[in-house]
């Protein structure tokens, strides 16, 4: 009953920004932490960054700094702002949350079907 859908990837030069959004529906009764995961090809699937729901923020290294995660409880939405954009962040980029929906009773973990940011000149 729960569907994440991101949005936002795309191509952009080295130095650019984007801004990817994943927005969360369904019987939705509670989401707990939100985060972006990052899969390169020839790579495992990395944390990027994640954010509970009192808006309390990890980063990996590599983003630190330029990335930042945020959310709007109100929309089921989180972002992730990505700035001064390098090569390396190439991946396809996943949305995701800790989700409680009906009928469960309890939370547990949604994925998004991910979206590509691609960073080349």
């Known amino acids: 009953q729960v569907q994440l859908v991101e949005s936002g990837g795309g191509l952009v030069q080295p130095g650019g920004s984007l801004r990817l959004s994943c927005l969360a529906s369904?019987?939705?009764?509670?989401?707990?932490?939100m985060g972006w995961y990052r899969q390169a090809p020839g790579k495992q699937r990395e944390l990027v960054a994640r954010i509970t729901r009192g808006s309390r923020t990890n980063y990996a290294d590599s983003v630190k700094g330029r990335f930042t995660i945020s959310r709007d409880n109100a929309k089921n939405t989180v972002y992730l702002q990505m700035n001064s954009l390098k090569p390396e962040d190439t991946a396809v980029y996943y949305c995701?949350?800790?989700?409680?929906?009906?009928?469960?009773?309890?939370?547990?973990?949604?994925w998004g079907k991910g979206t590509l940011v691609t960073v080349s000149s």
């Open positions: 369904g019987s939705i009764l509670d989401i707990n932490t």
């Open positions: 995701n949350a800790q989700i409680t929906a009906m009928p469960l009773s309890v939370s547990r973990d949604y």
